[in-house]
T-cell receptor
Framework: DTEVTQTPKHLVMGMTNKKSLKCEQH?????MYWYKQKAKKPPELMFV???????INESVPSRFSPECPNSSLLNLHLHALQPEDSALYLC????????????FGDGTRLSIL | RKEVEQDPGPFNVPEGATVAFNCTYS??????FFWYRQDCRKEPKLLMS???SGNEDGRFTAQLNRASQYISLLIRDSKLSDSATYLC????????????FGSGTKLNVKP
């Protein structure tokens, strides 16, 4: 069982919809991440929060809006997405220091109609 | 040049075989190194961290060669369940919150 929980597992939305992806971890990790992964490609970093502050934005389009309400929660708000945004969205967390690895949630599979 | 490079494979091996993957990284000051496995349509799962002294976990052995800037993963006595994509991940050196992923190496273990 994963210690990083993502909801929903699957999401189908139209290009005009607004939806949110949610991620939660209770490992006391101080860094949380959003990745986008297309088939047969490695995860592609979108955002990093460190101590609840946005520390990395990999030039992600503004139709993706991250939010970190507290140290355990991470949201990704979606609005006016394009068909090419269909992908697996992965949340991860890490202690954010030293040689500690990331731990991934099992992802949200997003389809844009 | 990519920060992390891997041979995409696929590596097709029979059950019981020994197989090794290498991964090269471009920044000599990189701090931490990891192997993840990812099954089709699933999330990456941490397989092992790679330490300077090398480390072993059952049938899996990971090595780090800082002089040549590569890490390796050796799988002995391959099982059908080892079939997956193996991702090499490198962390740092300037930001512990930035992880660089290789493109992954596909392993198919055949009966």
């Amino acid at each position: 069982d994963t210690e990083v929980t993502q909801t929903p597992k699957h999401l189908v939305m139209g290009m005009t919809n607004k939806k949110s992806l949610k991620c939660e971890q209770h490992m006391g990790h101080r860094a949380m991440y959003w990745y986008k992964q297309k088939a047969k490609k490695p995860p592609e970093l979108m955002f990093v929060y460190s101590y609840e502050k946005l520390s990395i934005n990999e030039s992600v389009p503004s139709r993706f809006s991250p939010e970190c309400p507290n140290s355990s929660l991470l949201n990704l708000h979606l609005h006016a997405l394009q068909p090419e945004d269909s992908a697996l969205y992965l949340c991860a967390s890490s202690q954010g220091q030293g040689d500690q690895p990331q731990h991934f949630g099992d992802g949200t599979r997003l389809s844009i109609l | 040049r990519k920060e992390v490079e891997q041979d995409p494979g696929p590596f097709n091996v029979p059950e019981g075989a020994t197989v090794a993957f290498n991964c090269t990284y471009s920044n000599s000051a990189s701090q931490s190194f990891f192997w993840y496995r990812q099954d089709c349509r699933k999330e990456p799962k941490l397989l092992m961290s790679v330490y300077s002294s090398g480390n072993e976990d059952g049938r899996f052995t990971a090595q780090l060669n800082r002089a040549s800037q590569y890490i390796s993963l050796l799988i002995r006595d391959s099982k059908l369940s080892d079939s997956a994509t193996y991702l090499c991940v490198v962390n740092g050196p300037y930001n512990f919150n930035k992880f660089y992923f290789g493109s992954g190496t596909k392993l198919n273990v055949k009966p």
